[in-house]
């Protein structure tokens, strides 16, 4: 089995009603994948074959309409049944596309509301005594990255220093031999999390 057969044969990410803006960006790298993210993302014609068409002729016209039906097939695959009723008369990839992304992306108010929330939720967490930095980080990072889908920047220096103003006394010999030895106005999040995790 090819390496082209085996990734072909994995499903595409099913879009229940909920978090679009997720499903959408797996949804584009699956497409990409199995090479028809261009019949999604443009509505082009097939131009009827010319008399006497020449076997490359041929064989492009075929692997055009392959792409576009083989594009539309997977989005319908990748959607519930109850999105799929809302779809089904849908007759091209780009269609299907732009009603999804119609339907379910939030406005910019809703979406501006989002990410004010998200960053108050970010600004409130504190580590537990409990936790690990594993842990910890992961909960961050999960709202950082909510906030990113959504379309607002978010820095990894902004989450160093929340990480350092908010965990446990536990760990100020650490944050301390980091001082001494780095720049904490410019460290990476990834070094910040091996020094504590160490």
């Given at each position: 089995m090819n390496s082209e057969t085996s990734f072909t044969a994995l499903t595409p990410p099913v879009f229940n009603g909920t978090n679009y803006q997720v499903w959408a960006i797996r949804m584009e790298a699956y497409l990409d994948a199995i090479d028809v993210w261009e019949a999604v993302?443009?509505?082009?014609?097939?131009?009827?074959?010319?008399?006497?068409?020449?076997?490359?002729?041929?064989?492009s016209h075929k692997e055009k309409r392959q792409r576009k039906s083989k594009a539309r097939a997977s989005l319908f695959a990748a959607v519930s049944s109850t999105i799929f009723n809302r779809i089904m008369t849908l007759k091209t990839a780009k269609e299907i596309r732009d009603f999804l992304k119609q339907e379910y992306e939030r406005d910019e108010r809703i979406r501006g509301m989002q990410v004010l929330n998200l960053i108050r939720e970010f600004e409130l967490q504190k580590m537990k005594?409990?936790?690990t930095i594993k842990e910890?980080?992961?909960?961050?990072?999960?709202?950082?990255?909510?906030?990113?889908?959504?379309?607002?920047?978010?820095?990894?220096?902004?989450?160093?220093q929340k990480i350092l103003v908010t965990?446990?006394?536990?760990?100020?010999?650490?944050?301390?031999?980091?001082?001494?030895?780095?720049?904490?106005?410019?460290i990476t999040l990834a070094e910040l999390l091996n020094a504590l995790q160490a």
């Open positions: 993302e443009q509505e082009y014609e097939i131009p009827p074959l010319p008399n006497n068409p020449t076997v490359a002729q041929i064989k005594e409990s936790e910890y980080s992961d909960i961050l990072l999960i709202i950082v990255n909510r906030v990113r889908l959504l379309g607002a920047d978010f820095s990894d220096s902004r989450i160093v965990i446990p006394e536990k760990f100020e010999t650490t944050i301390s031999s980091l001082e001494n030895s780095k720049d904490l106005s410019s």
